[in-house]
């Protein structure tokens, strides 16, 4: 329930006085409360405004759960959900086909938002400064031999999927595979990600009439979240 700076150091490997100044920091913010008289830590009521925060975030898993079993079984392939993390998004949600062979997805790792359909559709309709500060990062690694890398042609991309309103990759983030994605929208942009992937043979001459469907799907979840495209 309780831990000291000490407790925290030692369990931590780090130093003393480094776990002080966290917790400064943290008992600033109200994550961390200090009881003056024992001079130990507990959790405070910032937590329960993180806690609030990520749970708003995860509405959307709810909301769009019925969307990714109708597009899955449409397209007889697997559809997923994905939201931002910083500069990394990660599946929250996937819905596969009853099929010999699927595509599957690791729900919970991060992605950099370069590499696939449903990173660049997410960093596509970020505000420019955003996508600038992105791209300055120096981290544009290849993830496969098919991952946009050079910067000036990752832009280009990027504006022709604002155009189209949705982003495809053959491979870019694993051999093999291949997927359509677009975003949903609020207000407030982009809040997350809805894809179509498959094996990239069988899923690259259905990608139009995928496309398709996956904006449909992914307007109709706009539109529930109170967003009028412009």
Not at 72 to 100: C, F, I, K, M, N
Not at 205 to 230: I, M, Q, V
Request: glycine letters at 6%; one cysteine or more.
């Amino acid at each position: 329930a309780t831990l000291g700076s000490t407790e925290s150091a030692t369990e931590l490997d780090i130093s003393k006085a480094v776990v002080h100044r966290i917790l400064t920091s943290l008992c600033d913010r109200e994550v961390v409360i200090a009881d003056p008289e024992s001079r130990r830590y507990s959790l405070g009521p910032g937590v329960l405004q993180l806690a609030s925060a990520y749970r708003s975030r995860l509405d959307l898993r709810t909301l769009a759960r019925q969307t990714l079993v109708q597009l899955s079984r449409t397209t007889d392939e697997t559809a997923t959900l994905s939201l931002r993390h910083g500069w990394s998004r990660t599946y929250v949600d996937q819905v596969t086909p009853d099929r010999e062979v699927t595509m599957t997805v690791s729900l919970g790792r991060m992605f950099p938002l370069h590499a696939g359909a449903s990173s660049k559709a997410l960093l596509a309709f970020l505000p420019s400064e955003e996508i600038d500060a992105y791209l300055a990062t120096g981290a544009i690694d290849a993830l496969t031999p098919q991952t946009i890398v050079d910067r000036d042609a990752l832009r280009s991309e990027l504006e022709s999927i604002r155009r189209v309103g949705y982003a495809v990759s053959f491979g870019e983030r694993q051999a093999g595979a291949a997927s359509v994605a677009a975003p949903v929208f609020s207000d407030e942009g982009p809040v997350g990600v809805v894809s179509i992937c498959g094996p990239l043979e069988r899923f690259a001459p259905l990608t139009n009439d995928f496309a398709r469907r996956l904006l449909e799907a992914t307007t109709g979840l706009s539109a529930r979240l109170g967003y009028a495209r412009p």
